[in-house]
């Protein structure tokens, strides 16, 4: 499956300078990530993958640099105040996608990155303690300081379960 991302005008229509009560929200951290929703805006769509015209009306969509895509070509340039924001990341394939959906107060001038990992958990040696995957793991950054972190333990009755947000140490 092939991830496009359409390009055209989002450039022309994004106002050209960031004002002082903007944040950017990025996300990476696996294949490919891609930001669902803000609040009610839909920003990519989940089956064409085509970024939705009225998040670009909106001037939430901003282009990164060829150089610095990483597993994400776009990032977010949001109003800063509370939003609701529902990210899809691939962590193993194009074919399916985590989802997750978090609520945060974003601040004035702030850079947000949201990365997905896999917490490495220390188990004995037994077949089936090693054979259950580690958790898979969302942190927010805040200009590169973790502020939360959710994680989606392996239930071994139903496979994942849901992220659940954990306690920062």
Known sequence: MR??????????????????????????????????????????????????????????VRLKDKSTFGSNAIFLALPAQQHEVVIRFYPISLDRAEKINVIQQFKPNKHYKFVMYRERVKRSNRLLSVSVPDPLCVQLLENDKAVRRFCKPYNVLNGLGEFIEQKND
């Open 3 to 60: 991830h496009a991302i359409e390009t055209v005008n989002i450039r022309s229509k994004a106002p050209k300078q960031e004002s002082a009560s903007t944040v950017i929200v990025e996300c990476e951290g696996t294949i490919n990530c891609e930001f669902e929703r803000v609040d009610n805006v839909m920003v990519v769509d989940e089956s064409t993958h085509l970024i939705r015209s009225e998040a670009i009306e909106k001037g939430y």
